[in-house]
């Protein structure tokens, strides 16, 4: 059989690119809140859905999809740690509670989608898939073929890991909630607000979510399980990297990318299913969390 | 359907889901293991039934080994998972559970893929009426769940099951005392994968079908609702969390059939399984039931001498 391998590699970039831009939020937030939001999932979707409406339904571009699904999904997000996990938490709520809330909240606001789309039709949600009608463009270089939403995912990633480092490490937020990720009540005793900054990080979470899920959406398609069928990965980006740590998820997302990729053509060569590239996610999970449950984060300083 | 069958059917599954709600109580109940995959074994228990009946075994058989290689499923999974945090035992067994659905969904060869394969049921009557075939379900089903509930029992009211408990508060302490927790917490995981497995095989020999499309992730969160509803810790409120969740999803089906709704009502009953466990978490967390507490014959002989040790731990 004949690989194309330069065409393996950009496809890995371009997958560690989304599983990037997908990633960062859960992994912030779960570092800073100590449990893993399995909602998160459904802020993918909606974003998708904010987006395919924006840019769809109502023709005003995707710059402007992406802007306004940040912005909605990101208040989601914030109503859910300020409606549910921030009570709970308070009421002494143990990890295995707040991660049931996690999962009934994804529920709610995955059949909330379609429910919306029945009563405002204009919305154009439902359970069937719709699908973005902007073409992109392809180009070839040399061997290799990239598509313009290609280029964007590889810029946004590239342009998200630049602002989220001069952010993480030269701004007051920045640093607060760094502080707040490594040492909570050290960081109450500084000064820091610490619930304002939980509210930004996950109101920037959810929002980052919501533009992975445009990309994933406009690469596939916009449907309530957008989100859920990304579970994996996200979560094994989020281990493998160490949770919390944002430039552990860098690393991961494109050693994740670059193992699914690889194993695409593997399992091909084998003669089994495609449908399998999840399983090495899955794979990379385990083993992560068996040899080394802190992930990657040993390499890189706390952040 | 006629009502008096309609009602059969709802003792059917509140059987059925009494015995996986009876297995996440020891899990999660008892020992505080966050089992999110709980269809995972669910699954196994279904597709070894229908697989073993095929190859013509008799329906006890089946039931019995169907739930022996789910304790084996329990017991792979507790290797990587135990030593984990709370947390990445949840992660772990959640996404498993997307991986075997994936596998029986893509092996066409294994139960028909995604169009699933026809079981038959345990104990055919021919020529009997439906109903006859329902009581029968039924009294099948509830001697495996009776089975289950003495075990629960027996179990948690045991040193074994004070061990259990003490590995939920505390397990550090626990380990402190010499008790091994990693060996507790995979046999608990064995038991409870075991029942899981028995419920999923007399769940497809009810049906008579199997396909991958059954064993959703909403399956495990359903036995969720039921054991934090009824009450964790306490058998009886696993019994009642399975039972009011069941007829709270009948009365929901029937009042979408009543109810002409602007939208999707199965959408609606999914949001309102998501509200009532919100609601739950944060004004009940304890669940309706109290946990229930250590009997065995000296704690009663205490409690009739004057019920010091109950009013302490009140």
Redesign the interface.
Known sequence: MDVNWAQVLVNSLVTGSLYLIASVGLTLTYGLSG??N?AYAEYISLGGFVGYFVADELGAGLPAAFIVAFLVVGVVGFLCYRG?FQ??AR?G?T???L???S???G??L???I??FG??IPALGWS?APSYFTITWVAFDFGPVRLTGLWLWTIFTAVALSVVLHFLLTRTRIGKAIRATSSNPDLALASGIDVEKVIWITWFLGAGLAAVAGIFRGAETQVWPMTGWEM??PV?AVV?LGGIGNFYGAIAAAFIIGLAENIGVVALTALGL?T??R??IA?LI??IT??VK?QGLAMFFRRS | MDPSMYLLDLVVFIGIFGIMSLSLNLE?GFT?L?N?GKVVFFLIGAYSYALLSQAGFPFYLCLIIGALIAAVFGFLISL?ALR?????L???I???G??IR?IVK?EDWIAGGDWGTSVAPAIALPGASAHAGILVNIGLVYVCLFICFTISRLLTNSPYGRVMRAIREDEVAAEALGKDRAKYKAQILMLGSAMAGLAGGLYVQYLHYVLPGMFLP?VT?TV?IMV?LGGPANCWGALLGAALVEVFDRGANLAKDLLTL???AS??Q??L???L??LV??YR?QGLLKESAVKTRATERVRSLGGAVRNKED
């Open positions: 449990f893993p399995f549910i009570p709970m009421r709520a990890i295995i509670h991660m049931v809330a999962i009934a909240l529920l709610i995955r059949h909330l379609p429910v029945d009563f359970w579970i994996l979560f281990m299913s449908s399998y999840i399983g899955f999970l385990i969390l068996i449950p | 999660f505080g966050a999110f990587p984990l945090r709370t947390d990445y949840a992660i772990v959640l996404t498993s997307e991986i994936l893509t909403i969160f969720w934090l602007p939208t999707d959408n609606l999914y949001i399984f998501g509200v466990i919100l978490l944060l967390p």
